[in-house]
């Protein structure tokens, strides 16, 4: 059996096309959730964040809320690289 190399690469090319695609259009309201949730984890009391900018790419999630008068930005990126849960760190 002979394998077809170009055109084994052309589906793999496409299927980390497509899934660079859906890390950034896909709905991003549980990534703004798990956002939202680190930045209020650090403040024992309310929590009266504002989100400002969004940055989404294939890769990441940049979000930068004011809270309490300063900047915290919060990346969100997939455990691998376009594959994986989602984990929030404050930056």
Do not use: Q, W
């Not at 890390?23 to 309201?29: R, T």
């Not at 703004?32 to 930045?39: G, I, Q, S, T």
């Amino acid at each position: 059996m002979k394998i077809n190399v170009p055109r084994i690469l052309s589906f793999v090319i496409i299927a980390i096309v497509i899934a660079g695609v859906v890390n950034v259009y896909a709905d991003a309201g549980p990534i703004e959730r798990m956002a939202r949730a680190r930045v209020c984890e650090r403040h024992p009391g309310p929590c009266r964040e504002r989100l400002g900018r969004v940055l989404r790419t294939p890769f990441f999630h940049d979000m930068d809320f004011t809270e309490g008068g300063r900047s915290v930005t919060v990346r969100c990126s997939r455990s691998f690289v376009f594959v994986g849960e989602y984990a929030c760190a404050v930056r």
